[in-house]
Structure formats: structure tokens, C-alpha cells
């Protein structure tokens, strides 16, 4: 089935957005501005220990994302790897096309236009591309982009540099709950813990002011780390209201998601967000998920848990959260 591409559509100089793209007016960028004034934290890394833990830890509790900066991976291999990623989206479509992704084979990896069902049948502003990383077993390089050709070899030191950064939020996240460092690492499968890749391409929008880029969602996997441009566009539910995340060169903008929340039994919280899109200009991100494997079974770890602090979420596999997830299905 063909189909169609924000991208193609975007390049026609429309000067009116189709309708399928224009939201409810309760959900409109326009409608529902963020408030003024107001930042996530920025954590530096190479802050003494104890500090860290306790500012990470508060920030994961109290927003449920926070900036990192300091964090030893070179602003040169993020450079290449929004300069791969941006060359492959400028590719000819039909080169594009031969990794187009087929979900209905509850497979994502590949170029992909849509990830989530929504109810009033909304399309989201955005084309994506998304594989595997890690653990190698699961890693399929059919799936990954041939061009550009340096594309393999920067992905995959971004992936060994991205894994030992991982790590290190994990075991703070850890300590900040008063479990031993790897206690997180360890429920998220150990060896068998996935990292995955989506960049997110939202091309100029004609009315980004009707129009989401991604709508309101947590993600789903553990923790996000990602790196945008600098096209200003990430919100985040915080105190009944939409806060945006500004742009901080180099500085990785760091997610926790439902699978943290709920190993946490809540007191990490998955962040609500949105993006908005640019009228000019293309945004584009690179979100990797952090993931348990599919059979890993998911609950509040048990010394967080006790008579008085009873557990929040049930406990189930990985692939029943996701299935009910995509299937808008209670947990
Ligand atoms: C996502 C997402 C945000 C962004 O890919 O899940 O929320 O800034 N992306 O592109
Ligand atoms: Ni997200």
C-alpha cells in the first residue's frame, strides 16, 4: 500500500493544511499555548555524586524529563549523526521508499509516516525512521540506511557511546530510588536491554498553528534519550499546563517513560508531550528508546513496595503493555 508522506506533501507548496492534519480546536497549538517563563531542569553531570542523584532523582519525580548536559559524548558525533540522518530524508523518494516499514507486521523498523492509532483518525505532521540498535542479536542492518554509506559506522559508535551513557542515568535513577546501581539496568533485561533509534522528521508546516507534530503520548519504553535540532517544537504537560522544552545545544533532553514509572511504583513519572511544528523550517529529532525485551516482565520493583506504599500498576509482560498500548487498551 502506498503511503503518503508528509514529506512529498510538504514539498507541493501547499499554502492551506488538508484537513486530515487540522486538530480539534482543543488540541490546537494555537489554543493551547505554553506558559511563560517557566524551564525543565538542566542537570550537569559532572556534578559530585550525592547532588546528582538527589537532582536527578527530583527532576524524574517532579517533570519526568530534564536536560543533561556534560555528559562526555562529542558534539562532533552528534554532529555526524544528525548529518547522516538528515542526508538520508534528502535522499530521492523513491531511494527512500525501498525501506518504507510495514506495522502491520508489528514491526516498526524502517521509513515509517504514522506509529500510533488515534481516535478522531488525526495524522500526525511527521515522517520518522526507526531500527534497532542494540543488543546485536536484534539488530538487523537490512533495516538500517545504506545511504548514506557512513551511515552504519556513525550509528554505531553513537550506539556504544549512547549504552554506556545509558548506564550511567540508569544507576543514578537507581540510587535515587535507594536501590543498588544496577538495580534498574538489571529489570530492564541486563544484556538483553534494547535501544532503539527513531528520527523524526516534521517538515515545514503551512498552519503549524492547527497542526501537531507528535500528539500528547508518553513513551513507552523506559527512558528517552534524545537530541533535536535547533528548531524550537518539544512541549511538556507540567501543573495543568503545557511547558516548552527549549533548545540547548548538545545537551541530551532525557524522558522517563511508562516502563520506569512503573517499575518505580509512580514515583518517577512518564512525561506527557507534544510537538508543535515550524512554519520555515524543518525540525528533525533523534529519540533513542531505552527498552526492555519483549518478554520481561514489568511491575513495582518489590522493596519499593509495602503495606502502606501498596503497588500502583499491575505487573505484566513488556509485549502485553505494548499491546495494550497500541490498542489504546487499559493496563
Ligand atoms: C517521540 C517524541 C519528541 C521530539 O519520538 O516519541 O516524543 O522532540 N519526539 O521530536
Ligand atoms: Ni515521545
Sequence with gaps: MDVERIQCLASGLLKELPAQFIRPADERPENTKAVEGVTVPVISLSLPHDILVKQVAEAASDWGIFLITDHGISPT???????????????????????????STGSFEGYGTKMTKNVQQKVEWIDYYFHMMTPPSKVNYDMWPKNPPSYREVTEEYTKQLLSLTDKVLELLSEGLGLEKKALRSSLGDENMEMEMKINMYPPCPQPELALGVEPHTDMAALTLLIPNDVPGLQVWSQDRWVAVDYLQNAFFVHIGDQLEVLSNGKYKGVLHRTLVNKERMRMSWAVFVAPPHEAVIGPLPPL???????????????????RKFNKLPQ
Design 305 to 323: 513496595v509495602n503495606q502502606g506504599n501498596p503497588p500502583k500498576f499491575s505487573t505484566k509482560t513488556y509485549a502485553e503493555y505494548r499491546h
Design 77 to 103: 558525533l552528534i554532529s555526524q549523526l544528525q548529518e547522516v540522518g538528515q542526508q538520508f530524508f534528502s535522499l530521492p523518494q523513491k531511494e527512500k521508499e525501498a525501506y518504507a516499514n510495514d506495522p
